[in-house]
């Protein structure tokens, strides 16, 4: 049986990048965070464009969710890939992750903080998804699962070695296309893309890696709270031609 891709992601991550990566390989139909109408429903949270994300989408998440498995089971000629931001699984059952490919996607609290708090000013470590990326990657190990971790750092300083890596884990063969992209806005996008994705919109590719090195001392407390959860999973991450390595959760 075919298992749709989910893609568990923080927001400011370099997401999006990887969804239109994905998006350009033959026999794979990308989505784009199914679950936030949910989640704003659920968790109250006022985003940007709030009212408009949820009149545009289905708010329940288990229908959303197992809609999405159905049409997967019907219908194995293209295989999902589906980008979600991790803090969205809220007062949901969960059950449906036992039937999917898992990747958890992660970027530096250091370099990710100050992006994130542009659009949320009062951030917190949920708002996020480390603490949630944590708890789910360790529930996977316990269900018998080999999830695997994505550091956006490794991806942008060797995009070609850490997609082939990560196509080989999904059982997808890797195309030389997944590394550039036509600028603008796409088909896939959300409607919630005029006020996350300014950036990506003007890109051709995965830009370079640059160091931010320095941190706005307001964000100190927030990245004290991060910092631990994003060490526990950067021990996982996935590099270029990695060998198997145990897995502990404590």
Not at 26 to 35: A, C, F, M, S
Not at 63 to 81: G, H, N, P, T, W
Not at 124 to 149: C, H, N, V, Y
Request: glycine residues 4%; proline residues 7%.
């Amino acid at each position: 049986m075919t298992k749709p891709i989910c893609l568990w992601s923080g927001p400011r991550n370099v997401s999006t990048a990887l969804m239109y990566s994905f998006a350009q390989l033959p026999g794979l139909q990308v989505i784009d965070e199914p679950l936030y109408g949910h989640y704003l429903r659920v968790s109250g949270a006022m985003h940007p464009g709030r009212q408009q994300i949820m009149d545009a989408m289905n708010c329940d998440g288990n229908v959303v969710m197992k809609e999405l498995l159905l049409r997967q089971a019907v219908d194995s000629s293209e295989r999902l890939f589906i980008k979600h931001m991790a803090h969205h699984l809220l007062q949901l059952d969960l059950d449906f992750l036992r039937s999917t490919s898992n990747i958890f996607l992660l970027r530096d609290p250091r370099e990710m903080l100050p992006s994130l708090t542009i659009q949320l000013p009062h951030a917190t470590l949920s708002d996020t998804g480390l603490k949630r990326q944590w708890e789910l990657f360790s529930d996977l190990l316990q269900a018998g699962q080999r999830p695997i971790i994505l550091d956006s750092r490794e991806l942008l300083l060797d995009p070609r070695a850490i997609l082939r890596e990560l196509c080989s884990r999904l059982d997808l063969e890797f195309d030389t296309r997944m590394l550039t992209w036509d600028a603008g806005p796409r088909a896939e996008d959300g409607v919630w893309a005029p006020h996350w994705y300014h950036a990506v919109h003007q890109s051709t590719g995965f830009a370079p890696y640059e160091c931010k090195p320095e941190f706005p001392d307001h964000l100190q407390s927030l990245l004290s709270d991060c910092t631990p959860w994003y060490e526990r999973l950067y021990e996982h991450a996935l590099r270029p031609t990695q060998r198997e390595i145990p897995f502990e959760t404590s």
